[in-house]
């Protein structure tokens, strides 16, 4: 069992071809639990094939994969949801017909006998909620469609950590979402690794970056420029770091930052 700080992912030498395009270069990325590490880079650095890669999407050609100290094969979605791995991506796949504990349960419906078991599954939604001191849902039957942005987030993310999850990757949390909605959903990432989740965190945005992350691993065209403690780097660094793969000392040889381009 992962004690806080304890490596629950660990990806190491990680390889990701499409044909001829080699999109992820021996990519090291480590999620620890109650840590969120932020994932940055620019379009095309390689984070979405990373994300998909740990979801079970994309096969990955080379590298190894531990989980929580064993090595695992992840072949799709499925394993990695019961490893305890789960992703909550930009478009929420959340449905606006349903209410809150239906979108919650979608899929994985609890049943007493040959009915749903509706008490059970508000009771489950209301205490994950709760947990997450989550305040701004006023019901959990409240249908999605009449659901702010932050509140669909929030929802999204509560889904992820309703099933005993250990790692929840948030791709973009806080896009779109006013001054208000984003501060809601930055506490509510901060209260994911509090309760003991490793969180990984990609996001454009450095302001959420050096707020609510731990550690950032910067991508640069493929490769991991450089893993830093947030509280060590300026917003300066993490920039030069994505968009050039070095900042002064930090970052790739020079050698390797220009054989990338």
């Known amino acids: ?37 932020a994932l940055v880079g620019d379009n095309g650095a390689g984070k979405s094939t990373l994300i998909k890669c740990i979801a079970g999407i994309h096969p990955t ?15 799709g979605p499925r394993d990695a949801a019961e490893l305890g791995i789960e992703v909550v991506y930009q478009d929420l796949a ?12 979608l899929g994985r419906e609890r049943r ?22 989550v305040r701004t849902v006023k019901s959990v039957r409240q249908q999605v469609a009449s659901l702010s942005g932050g509140q669909r987030q929030t929802v999204a993310i509560a889904k992820a950590a ?64 450089a893993v830093v403690r947030r509280a060590e780097v300026t917003h300066g660094q993490v920039v030069e770091l994505i968009t050039a793969g070095r900042s002064g000392d930090l970052g790739l040889a020079p050698t390797t930052a220009a054989e990338s381009i």
């Open 61 to 75: 050609d080379s590298g190894t994969i531990e989980f929580e100290g064993r090595p695992v094969q992840i072949g």
């Open 112 to 133: 007493n006998g040959l009915v749903l078991d509706e008490d059970s599954m508000e009771e489950a939604a209301r205490q994950t909620l709760a947990r997450l001191s």
């Open 94 to 105: 959340l449905a606006d017909n349903l209410d809150i504990v239906q979108n919650m349960f």
């Open 162 to 225: 309703l099933w005993e999850s250990k790692v929840v990757i948030l791709d973009e949390p806080t896009a779109a979402l006013g001054v208000q909605q984003t501060r809601q959903v930055l506490d509510l990432v901060r209260r994911l690794a509090d309760t003991g989740h490793a969180v990984g965190l990609i996001s454009h945005n450095m302001n959420d970056v050096f707020e609510v992350a731990d550690r950032i691993t910067a991508l640069y065209l493929g490769r991991v420029a």
């Open 1 to 37: 069992m992962a004690e806080n700080g304890d490596p629950v992912l660990a990806l190491t030498g990680l390889n990701k071809s499409f044909g001829p395009v080699h999109v992820l270069h021996d990519v090291d990325f480590t999620l620890r639990q109650g840590e969120v590490m």
